[in-house]
Every structure is written in structure tokens, then in C-alpha cells.
């Protein structure tokens, strides 16, 4: 499956964005989706999964009560609402598909390429 994230950009502390990842190639409905991030220095790092609805959603404690992980199995895309913006979210942001839930970055067989988001204090 390929995955095309967008939806980055640079804003400043307390602002929102929405990221969305668009899959394309395998029936998308079969995959769990995730989010990860990568900060400067600092290893890739899970920020939230979906299930196969919006039944099942897990976050990184990090980013509760800030970010909402959904999708839309319609047009085969996932979002990642992210609301309260904090500098310390400033990373590249990437989107993953799995046949399973996981946490872990080495455990999911695609990527997207990742966007840039930037967080000014």
C-alpha cells in the first residue's frame, strides 16, 4: 500500500492542524493505521493508531485530550487532528500501515513520506 501524507505546516503555540494520509493500492479498510513523529535528535516515536473504525484509538500519553486520530475508509484516508500545539510536537510526522495494532515504529510494513510540522513558542 502507498501512503501520501500532507497537511503540515509551521504554526504557533496553541494553534491547530489537521493531518491526513491517503492510502492507495490495497483495500485500505483491512489496515491499522498510525501516526508517528521524528523530533530533531531524537528517535521515531508513536503518536496515536486507528483500528479498522473509529472504534479502537489508542494515543501516546503525550498527545491526549490534544490529538484526534480518525478515518475514513471511503476515501481511504486518515487524519490526525491536532489541537493545542506545543513546540515540543515540532517534528516530521509520518503515517504507517500495519495488519496489526503496534507501537512500535520497526513493526509496520508501510510508510508515508512524512510531513513537516512546526511549532513556534
Known amino acids: 500500500v502507498q501512503l501520501q501524507a500532507s497537511g503540515g505546516g509551521l504554526v504557533q503555540t496553541g494553534d491547530s492542524l489537521r493531518l491526513s494520509c491517503v492510502a492507495s493500492g490495497r483495500p485500505f479498510s483491512r489496515y491499522i493505521m498510525a501516526w508517528f513523529r521524528r523530533a530533531p535528535g531524537k528517535e521515531r516515536e508513536f503518536v496515536a493508531a486507528i483500528g479498522w473504525s473509529d472504534a479502537s484509538t489508542y494515543y501516546a500519553d503525550s498527545v491526549k485530550e490534544r490529538f484526534t486520530i480518525s478515518r475514513d475508509n471511503a476515501p481511504n484516508t486518515v487524519y490526525l487532528q491536532m489541537n493545542g500545539l506545543k513546540p515540543e510536537d515540532t517534528a516530521v510526522y509520518y503515517c504507517?500501515?500495519?495488519?496489526?495494532?503496534?507501537?512500535?515504529?520497526?513493526?509496520?510494513?508501510?510508510w508515508g513520506q512524512g510531513t513537516q510540522v512546526t511549532v513556534s513558542s
Open positions: 504507517a500501515a500495519n495488519s496489526r495494532f503496534a507501537f512500535t515504529s520497526r513493526e509496520y510494513d508501510y
